[in-house]
Structure formats: structure tokens, C-alpha cells
């Protein structure tokens, strides 16, 4: 139900790079990208692989559920898994990011989501 900022590798490695030769002391960059949300960012995924994407989005009664089996899984003595109350949190959570003052002041790129998709990819 939440989301997080795409980015790509190279152009975060490139700003830190700007930073060290251009950065001023004491200002803070955010080294951001593309902020979208895990199903769109899902079914964008499953469609670089030809397959059916997520159908729909969990909600929190859904969510409630599915982070309350994990934790008595657990309880229980098994080892942890991915869903658990705490990962269904963090997964509600929108961990966009605003790289406007990096993209200004050091010509931070932020290349599409597609694009950025497809080089991971292969």
C-alpha cells in the first residue's frame, strides 16, 4: 500500500562524485528518484518480465491479517519470513524522496522509471 524512490545506481555514484569535487560544506542532498508506489512499481516489474502483476492493493484489514499470521508463525519457533507485522508496516509507509535541490544546484539526473527498470534488469 505504500511506495519508494526509484533510483539508478550510476547517477547517485555520479552525484556523490559532483558532491566531493563541487558539493558546498555544510548542505545536505537528497539523492532521490522516480517516487512511485510498490504496486505500480510491481506491475511495471512484472511487465519487463511478459508476466501478470499484482491485482490489487492490500488494505489495512488484509494487512492486519497478513502481519498477524507472520508474527504467530514466528511465535510458534519458526524462522522468520518476509511478511510479519513489521515488514506489512514499512510496506504501507511512502518512502518518497524530493531531489529538486541536487537536480538545481548539481545537475542531478533522474532518469525514467522504465529506463531505469529495463538496465536493472538486464
Known amino acids: 500500500a505504500g511506495g519508494c524512490s526509484v533510483c539508478d ?31 505500480e512499481l510491481w506491475t511495471k516489474i512484472a511487465r519487463h ?31 522468520e519470513s518476509d511478511v510479519n507485522s513489521a515488514a506489512v508496516k514499512m510496506g504501507s509507509q511512502f518512502h518518497y ?3 529538486s535541490k541536487a537536480v538545481r544546484e548539481l545537475g542531478y539526473l533522474i532518469p525514467d522509471i522504465d529506463r531505469i527498470l529495463s538496465d536493472a534488469i538486464e
Open 9 to 39: 545506481v550510476r547517477c547517485v555514484a555520479n552525484a556523490i562524485l559532483d558532491l566531493a569535487l563541487a558539493g558546498r560544506t555544510g548542505e545536505r542532498y537528497v539523492l532521490a528518484g522516480n517516487n512511485i508506489t510498490y504496486f
Open 49 to 79: 518480465f511478459n508476466k501478470r502483476g499484482p491485482f490489487t492493493i492490500l488494505r489495512k484489514p488484509g494487512q492486519l491479517v497478513v502481519g498477524l499470521v507472520g508474527d504467530y508463525l514466528l511465535s510458534r519457533g519458526q524462522s
Open 97 to 99: 524522496g524530493d531531489s
